[in-house]
């Protein structure tokens, strides 16, 4: 990362959403994430600009019952991008450990060096384990590349995190009967319209809330997690930041 990149003020008013730009862009120098990454960040930043770069209430909420699903579930998976890895590494390891959930690389444009990398950099952060290099099972109705996964992560789990997925792998994990926790700042956008748990907000906020419900709920009876899990409301929760978006008072 060059030196210009480093000195963001903190009183700059777009610090944060300056900070995740370059964080974005190191992954790409380093091989981490993709160029698409790059357009993806930008449709990104546009939401998060909308959305006044706050968590929503309802989003919250569904951080929370995105956490109550992953406790309990039997084999929950957190799948990691380009995008994911440069963002939140140490974030998403932390929430592997506080929902007990294996950490599986899964790329769009998938190349044995980048999946290498995306590895190597989560275990620099702190993973123990990384799924996704063996690639010995698919998922059906995908193009060959992009159905890709390991028997033992994705393939096997009941409960997946998958931010920043695209539209058409979301539908085709949801169509396994997975229960899919999707993070993407586009209520719009297929993923999130065909998630279970649709978390409308950027990944460095909405990743560590999830670990924060997680350890809050580490005791609570399965009772109280399937309450937390019947009462969710993804209809609502799209509506509501579709609401908050189009009435952005910053617009
Ligand atoms: P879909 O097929 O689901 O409709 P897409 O495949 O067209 O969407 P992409 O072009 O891959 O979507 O864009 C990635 C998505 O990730 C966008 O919806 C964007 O808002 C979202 N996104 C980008 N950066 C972040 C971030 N930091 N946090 C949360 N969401 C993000």
Same mark, same amino acid.
Request: no cysteine; proline share 4%; glycine share 6%.
């Given at each position: 990362?060059?030196?210009?990149?480093?000195?963001?003020? =903190?009183?700059?008013?777009r610090?944060q959403s300056l900070?995740t730009r370059? %964080?974005i862009?190191?992954?790409?120098? %380093?091989?981490?994430?993709?160029?698409?990454?790059l357009i993806a960040e930008g449709r990104g930043e546009a939401f998060d600009y909308l959305l006044g770069e706050q968590?929503?209430?309802?989003? =919250?909420? *569904?951080?929370?019952?995105? *956490?109550?699903?992953?406790? *309990?579930? =039997?084999?929950?998976?957190?799948?990691?991008?380009?995008n994911? $890895?440069?963002?939140?590494?140490?974030?998403?390891?932390?929430?592997? $450990? *506080?929902?007990? $959930?294996?950490?599986?690389?899964?790329?769009?444009?998938?190349?044995?060096?980048?999946?290498?990398?995306?590895?190597?950099?989560?275990?620099?952060?702190?993973?123990?384990?990384?799924?996704?290099?063996?690639?010995?099972?698919?998922?059906?109705?995908?193009?060959?590349?992009?159905?890709?996964? =390991?028997?033992?992560?994705? $393939?096997?789990?009941?409960?997946?995190?998958?931010?920043l997925?695209?539209?058409?792998?979301?539908?085709?994990?949801?169509?396994?009967?997975?229960?899919?926790?999707?993070?993407d700042l586009n209520p719009l956008s297929?993923?999130a319209?065909?998630?279970?748990?649709?978390?409308v907000d950027n990944?460095?906020?909405?990743?560590?809330?999830?670990?924060?419900?997680?350890?809050?709920?580490?005791?609570?009876?399965?009772?109280?997690?399937?309450?937390?899990?019947?009462?969710?409301?993804?209809?609502?929760?799209?509506?509501?930041a579709e609401?908050a978006i189009r009435?952005s008072?910053l617009a």
């Amino acid at each position: 990362m060059s030196d210009e990149h480093a000195e963001i003020p =903190d009183d700059h008013p777009r610090a944060q959403s300056l900070r995740t730009r370059h %964080r974005i862009e190191a992954g790409v120098e %380093r091989g981490i994430t993709s160029r698409q990454g790059l357009i993806a960040e930008g449709r990104g930043e546009a939401f998060d600009y909308l959305l006044g770069e706050q968590t929503l209430d309802s989003a =919250d909420r *569904a951080a929370r019952a995105a *956490a109550a699903h992953l406790l *309990a579930a =039997d084999h929950p998976v957190v799948s990691v991008n380009g995008n994911v $890895a440069a963002l939140v590494p140490e974030a998403t390891v932390e929430l592997a $450990a *506080a929902a007990d $959930a294996a950490v599986e690389v899964n790329l769009f444009n998938r190349t044995d060096e980048r999946m290498e990398r995306i590895a190597a950099h989560l275990r620099e952060h702190g993973a123990e384990e990384v799924l996704g290099l063996e690639a010995d099972a698919r998922i059906p109705g995908l193009a060959h590349e992009r159905a890709k996964v =390991d028997a033992d992560g994705i $393939a096997a789990a009941d409960a997946v995190v998958v931010p920043l997925e695209d539209g058409d792998r979301a539908a085709a994990l949801g169509e396994l009967g997975k229960t899919e926790i999707v993070i993407d700042l586009n209520p719009l956008s297929r993923s999130a319209q065909t998630a279970t748990v649709p978390i409308v907000d950027n990944v460095v906020r909405a990743v560590p809330r999830i670990t924060e419900h997680a350890r809050e709920l580490a005791d609570a009876t399965d009772e109280k997690l399937r309450t937390i899990r019947e009462r969710f409301d993804a209809e609502a929760t799209l509506a509501d930041a579709e609401r908050a978006i189009r009435d952005s008072e910053l617009a």
